[in-house]
Nanobody, 126 residues
Framework: VQLQASGGGLVQAGGSLRLSCATS????????MGWFRQASGKEREFVAA??????????RYADSVKGRFTVSRDIAKNTVYLQMTSLKPEDTAVYYC??????????????????WGQGTLVTVSS
């Protein structure tokens, strides 16, 4: 499974960005997909996840982004998106997408993911 995250950049607090994670069609069928982020000097943390297609369109979010971020997918483009709104300086981090086949109950755990794509940097200025 190959993943490529993109869409990061510099944005002012309160602004929006949409991140993309390109993959293959089979990935949607076989894997849950997650977004994670790692701020400088901190551990990588869970942001959001979307279930594999056979599991419906389940989503999950970290409390810190709930109501501000939305994860979705475009099947025709084999792409998963992370729409980020009302961005805060504390959202500044390198954002990664990854895949997992773990039970949905555990999708917020970093250790169950593999095939980490190249991250994309999001910088939110105050």
């Amino acid at each position: 499974v190959q993943l490529q995250a993109s869409g990061g950049g510099l944005v002012q607090a309160g602004g929006s960005l949409r991140l993309s994670c390109a993959t293959s069609g089979s990935t949607f069928r076989n894997f849950h997909m997650g977004w994670f982020r790692q701020a400088s000097g901190k551990e990588r943390e869970f942001v959001a996840a979307i279930s594999r297609r056979s599991y419906g369109d389940s989503t999950r979010y970290a409390d810190s982004v709930k109501g501000r971020f939305t994860v979705s997918r475009d099947i025709a483009k084999n792409t998963v998106y992370l729409q980020m709104t009302s961005l805060k300086p504390e959202d500044t981090a390198v954002y990664y997408c990854a895949v997992t086949q773990i039970l949905w109950a555990y999708v917020d755990s970093t250790r169950h993911y593999s095939n980490w794509g190249q991250g994309t940097l999001v910088t939110v200025s105050s």
